[in-house]
Nanobody, 117 residues
Framework: QVQLQESGPGLVKPSQTLSLTCTVS??????????WSWIRRPPGKGLEWMGV???????YYSPSLKSRTSISRDTSKNHFSLQLSSVTPEDTAVYYC?????????WGKGTLVTVSS
């Protein structure tokens, strides 16, 4: 029953900040032991886990992206957000939000973000 939907600009200029929001329905982002992630797939490549925010607001990030990545949440709106700074064309990808509930993963449909001048 849980549903996730990504939203945000589909085109970002190099050096700018990529900002996306995941809107959640059918479940609460504060539910104990649920974890909420951002994952991306560059064209022709595999999935890359970016980071996670836990039910209590604790965050963890991929070492390769930690310096540029921030995940936050708004519990009153039941959504969580991704900010990726200083983007380059290598950041072009389909971006997904995801929740893990008792070893089961639920995904948004993904949104393509293109980094181009």
């Amino acid at each position: 029953q849980v549903q996730l939907q990504e939203s945000g600009p589909g085109l970002v200029k190099p050096s700018q900040t990529l900002s996306l929001t995941c809107t959640v329905s059918g479940g609460s982002i504060t539910t104990t032991d649920y974890s909420w992630s951002w994952i991306r797939r560059p064209p022709g490549k595999g999935l890359e886990w970016m980071g996670v925010i836990a039910y209590d607001g604790t965050t963890y990030y991929s070492p390769s992206l930690k310096s540029r990545t921030s995940i936050s949440r708004d519990t009153s709106k039941n959504h969580f957000s991704l900010q990726l700074s200083s983007v380059t064309p290598e950041d072009t990808a389909v971006y997904y939000c995801n929740v893990r509930i008792v070893a089961m993963d639920y995904w948004g449909k993904g949104t393509l973000v293109t980094v181009s001048s």
